[in-house]
Each structure stands twice: as structure tokens, then as C-alpha cells.
């Protein structure tokens, strides 16, 4: 029986589209915004990693996983802390409801939705990473819901600035529908095949930044993960502010929120 290949048309596709998700043209329908969120993906990687290894198995991004946790800690099941995966329910859900307003405060500018966003949870992760810096591993419980705490906000806006912003298969911290995509759009599915590329760098990104952050804690260095994740956001930050320079002397399309 033969074996199916991909074929090279095929391939060319995927290749282009990552290319254009992480170098979009000076026509892209979202501008410059799909290689900032792959990096903020990352970003949600590091975090997840770190909460979940370092603060006793609960997450500050993936909150369908708290969920599954609060569950679980409800049916007897051992290692998991209702406290926490109640607090970090709570303080996403806070951070989303900030980036909420914040969004409807510059609806007028994506560009400035996401500039704002990542200032304000920059600050919130440098106020994690000091935390963690003063604690030291294995962290305290008063440490642990700081943690928590300063994280879960840090994502919760992240989130709803991402959803804002609405770049299809890049909401920066959920990967269930990136990799239904994948496979239902399929061309083998009888779909469009559209979007693999993108949907592959951003599945990519959030495990690349979940291998860093584990490597770190494994080699006993659990304030790299969020020193990493402030770092790379900052970089973002920066990233956007130009950008958003650009847009507002050329009066750009994708800086219009939709």
C-alpha cells in the first residue's frame, strides 16, 4: 500500500504562511500584530510551565485546566489545592475584567490596546519575578498566592486583550480550537487547509516557551522562567510602541480595532 506524502505544493503553503505570520507585509490585514501575540504565546508557555511546577500543580493561563483541577480536588483526587485553583480562577478572571475595560477605553486603536495591556502586565509579571527573587524555592504559602495572584491578573489581561484584538488561530493561551483547526480544516478532511502554517508556529510557541520554563525549573532555576517572561514582554512592548508609531504617522488599517 502506498504511503501519503505531503506534497511539495502542500509544504510551500505551510512555509509560507508561517514566513507571513512571523514577517507579515506591509499589506497584512493585521499588520504587525501576529508575531507580537506568537510572542506573548510564549510568554503564556513560561508562566504555565512555572505555575504549575512551582506552585503546586495549578495553572495562571490554562484556566479550562483549574477547572479540570477543581474537579478533580473535589472527587478526592490527590495534589491539587482547591485554594489555588480557586484564586487563580479569581485573579484571571480580575485581570480579564481590567483588560475588559481597558479595551473599551482605546477601542479606537489596537495598537494601543496591546501597548497598554503589556505595560501593565509587564509590571505585574517584574512584580512576580521580585517575588519569587525574595522567596526563594520552594515557595512559602503567603509566597505562593502572591505568585498566584500577580500572574494570574498578568494573564487574565493578556487575554482580553488578545481577544480584542481577534487575529484568527493566535488568542495567545488556548491551543484546543488552534489544533481542531489543524485538523479539521484539512484538505484530507475535505476543508481549506488555510491558516497551517500560522496554527503550527503558534502550538509551537506554547511549547517552546512550556520546554524553556520546565528546563529551567528542572535545573533548580525557578526565577528564569518569569525573568525570561518579562524580558520577552518588555521586548513586545517595545515592539508595539514602534509599530503603533508607524501606524498612527501612516494612519495604518490593521491599528483600527474591529
Do not use: C, K
Not at 503564556?44 to 512551582?54: E, K, R
Not at 485538523?183 to 508556529?201: F, K, V
Not at 524580558?231 to 494612519?251: I, K, S, W
Amino acid at each position: 500500500m502506498p504511503v501519503a506524502t505531503t506534497s511539495p505544493a502542500t509544504r510551500s503553503t505551510v512555509l509560507h504562511e508561517a514566513y507571513r505570520t512571523l514577517r507579515p507585509g506591509p499589506g497584512a490585514p493585521h499588520g504587525p500584530l501576529p508575531p507580537l501575540l506568537l510572542a506573548l504565546t510564549v510568554v503564556t508557555g513560561l508562566v504555565d510551565a512555572f505555575s504549575y511546577l512551582a506552585l503546586g500543580h495549578v495553572f495562571v493561563a490554562n484556566m479550562t485546566g483549574n477547572v479540570v483541577f477543581l474537579a478533580l480536588t473535589l472527587g478526592g483526587a490527590p495534589g491539587f489545592s482547591l485554594s489555588a485553583s480557586l484564586l487563580a480562577l479569581a485573579a484571571f478572571a480580575a485581570g480579564a475584567f481590567a483588560g475588559g475595560l481597558l479595551v473599551h477605553r482605546l477601542r479606537r486603536h489596537q495598537g494601543r490596546v496591546l501597548l497598554a495591556a503589556l505595560l501593565l502586565q509587564s509590571v505585574l509579571v517584574l512584580g512576580a519575578l521580585v517575588t519569587a527573587w525574595l522567596s526563594a524555592a520552594p515557595f512559602p504559602s503567603p509566597a505562593r498566592q502572591v505568585l498566584i495572584v500577580l500572574l494570574g491578573l498578568a494573564m487574565g489581561l493578556q487575554n482580553a486583550a488578545a481577544r480584542a484584538l481577534a487575529v484568527p488561530d493566535l488568542t495567545t493561551t488556548v491551543l484546543t480550537l488552534t489544533i481542531t483547526g489543524i485538523a479539521a480544516d484539512s484538505r484530507a478532511a475535505g476543508g481549506a487547509g488555510s491558516r497551517i502554517g500560522r496554527r503550527l508556529l503558534s502550538a509551537a510557541a506554547m511549547f517552546l516557551g512550556v520546554l524553556a520554563g520546565a528546563l529551567f525549573l528542572h535545573h533548580q532555576a525557578p526565577v528564569l522562567p518569569l525573568l525570561s517572561a518579562a524580558l520577552l514582554l518588555l521586548a513586545t512592548a517595545a515592539a508595539t510602541a514602534t509599530a503603533v508609531h508607524r501606524a498612527e504617522r501612516t494612519n495604518a488599517p490593521w491599528a483600527q480595532l474591529r
